[in-house]
């Protein structure tokens, strides 16, 4: 069957993989409502298209903390990816770097910044978890800047691992042939099994929870590289990121994977955007599936993407190609959605163009009669 849609791989990715796996990858927290929340919420934003615009001529790129890329269509830290597919990590660089995009590695990975580095050239991020020992913080930092990765995204909802009751009920641990890769030499590569999630008992013993703005600036003594604060759903956090020096922020609720009840990322959004006041660049991750809800993101002032899931599953379902698929279609789609809205660039892409269910009449400007 012709995969026409980046929906479309959940369901082999279902089919191909441990029952185990598939769940961790898929699952959110508790009652799993911001889950689908995060989809949901992008249907409630409609758009207000602009015609008769010559559009025989779209550009997408956009440059991001100063590096050119083809799209604001970028990959999310997504861990263990060699659970997916025994290329795991080394699949998704490749496809990332031939679509020109960024891909953000996860501390968490099966596979490690010098190995995902050797895959050839391409920009790439590294996502920090900080642990208890700083010391293992400040070594891995240093491996990510001189493996050539250019930013950090400093993950800042984690200070314990939210719920995730399928992870619990499979005893979910990573599979013993896989190790995180980051940490072999440290002893912290493997997981417990334990009579819960192995992940969570992992993180309850490693993670440190005392994490705080203070740790912001402590990172940057230690790196030159441009830190971007990923799991910010509030204005009044936004505010303190900028005034903490972060280079950029995520809006993102981890996948509705930590606390549930929180809104869809495409709901925090605007609010996050106001309270940056363009100091700095606002990204957005959770729920993206079309690129119809890439231009909303860009709509409500994103400058930029992330996906996570797509990539896991694709990569389940085809490897390489699939992410390449997957990376394409989104595209593809995209490029259709600003054709058909009247956008040539992205700067062209307005508040105008959309109106949401939260928009009082008076938000659109009056008719002139």
Known sequence: MEITNVSEYEAIAKQKLPKMVYDYYASGAEDQWTLQENRNAFSRILFRPRILIDVSKIDMTTT?????????IMLAPTA?????????????????????????????ATSSVEEVASTGPGIRFFQLYVYRDRNVVAQLVRRAEKAGFKAIALTV????????????????????????????????????????????????????????WKDVKWLQTITSLPILVKGVLTAEDARIAVQAGAAGIIVSNHGARQLDYVP?????????????????????????????DVFK????????????????????????????KVLSMLREEFELTMALSGCRSLKEITRQHIVTDWDSPRALPAPKL
């Open 264 to 292: 869809a990322t495409i709901m925090a959004l605007e609010e996050v955007v106001k309270a940056a006041q363009g100091r700095v660049p606002v990204f957005l991750d959770g729920g993206v599936r079309r690129g119809t």
């Open 157 to 212: 909802d984690t200070p314990r691992l939210g719920r995730r009751e399928a992870d619990i009920k499979n005893r979910f641990t990573l599979p013993p042939f896989l190790t995180l890769k980051n940490f072999e030499g440290l002893d912290l590569g493997k997981m417990d099994k334990a009579d819960d999630s192995g992940l969570a008992s992992y993180v309850g013993g490693q993670i440190d929870r005392t994490l705080s």
């Open 297 to 324: 993101a860009l709509a409500l002032g994103a400058s930029g993407i992330f996906i996570g899931r797509p990539v896991v599953f694709s990569l389940a379902a085809e490897g390489e190609a699939g992410v390449r």
């Open 64 to 72: 991001v903390l100063g590096f050119k890329i083809s799209m604001p």
């Open 80 to 108: 263990m990816q060699k659970m997916a597919h025994p290329e795991g990590e080394y699949a998704t660089a490749r496809a990332a770097s031939a679509a020109g995009t960024i891909m953000t590695l996860s501390s968490w």
